[in-house]
């Protein structure tokens, strides 16, 4: 799971001058719901 976020968040640094803040913000809330359920 922690290797995981580590893969996302080097992703997430890599393309955050390219993705809106707001946008990645999203996707985060999505993607924690789903590991709610």
Do not use: W
Not at 3 to 29: G, S, W
Request: hydrophobic share 35%.
């Amino acid at each position: 799971m922690k290797d995981c976020l580590d893969k996302f968040f080097d992703l997430f640094r890599e393309y955050q001058k390219e993705i809106p803040t707001q946008k990645v913000a999203e996707i985060l809330r999505e993607y924690a719901d789903r590991l709610d359920e």
